[in-house]
């Protein structure tokens, strides 16, 4: 499948909604926000600000995932990934990082570092960070709302660019504890 990354444009706020709300995003907490509130949020500039960016992921012209990439102004962006149920289990998710994170290197070259959050239990997301050169920094318990009253635990990554830029990956030092 050809797949292309178009900018999203507020203009498609309707489109946008019909993507969210279209089907079940598990990992995304229970609940996610309905037609009227995305459309407030893109009037807010949620998608699409000096802080924020979406991107559309398309394969034969078909909309099949959605890249949001936020908090660009705060000097370490983070990125929500999201691929439709029929389109997942074919690599598109693990491309879709791989091009974000050059995407963001390049176009904001003040920045070191790109983040992300996920679902302790999101095995093919977290599969994605490590082999796209993303160590994991932080593990917060009990963090993640899940259905139901369910907690789960979170995950972060993180890529620096200087290890983006040499294909290394640095751990952190979780052997720091002052003795
Ligand atoms: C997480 C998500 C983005 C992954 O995208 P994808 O296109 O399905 O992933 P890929 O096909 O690139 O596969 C990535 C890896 O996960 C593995 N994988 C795919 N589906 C899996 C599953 N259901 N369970 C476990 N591993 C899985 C693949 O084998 C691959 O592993 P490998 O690199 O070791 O071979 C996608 O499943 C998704 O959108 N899920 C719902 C939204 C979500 O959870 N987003 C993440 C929020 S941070």
Not at 25 to 44: E, F, L, T
Not at 105 to 130: H, K, V, Y
Not at 148 to 165: K, M, N, P, S, T
């Amino acid at each position: 499948m050809e797949i292309e990354y178009r900018p999203f444009t507020p203009g498609e706020a309707g489109l946008l909604a019909a993507f969210l709300t279209g089907e079940e995003w598990p990992y995304h907490g229970s609940g996610g926000p309905d037609r009227d509130a995305i459309m407030r949020q893109v009037a807010d500039g949620h998608y699409d600000s000096g802080s924020a960016r979406t991107f559309w992921i398309m394969g034969d012209n078909e909309r099949v995932g959605l890249i949001w990439l936020f908090d660009l102004d705060d000097g370490t962006p983070m990125f929500d990934l999201r691929i439709r149920a029929a389109y997942r289990g074919r690599g598109i998710g693990g491309a879709a990082v791989a091009w974000l994170t050059r995407y963001l290197f390049s176009e904001l070259p003040g920045i070191c570092r790109i983040e992300a959050t996920t679902r302790q239990d999101n095995e093919a997301m977290r599969r994605i960070f490590r082999s796209h050169g993303y160590a994991k920094e932080a593990h917060y318990r009990d963090a993640w709302p899940g259905p139901g009253g369910q907690v789960h635990d979170a995950v972060g990554y993180a890529i620096l660019r200087r290890d983006w830029a040499a294909g290394t990956v640095t751990a952190p030092d979780w052997d720091d504890e002052p003795r």
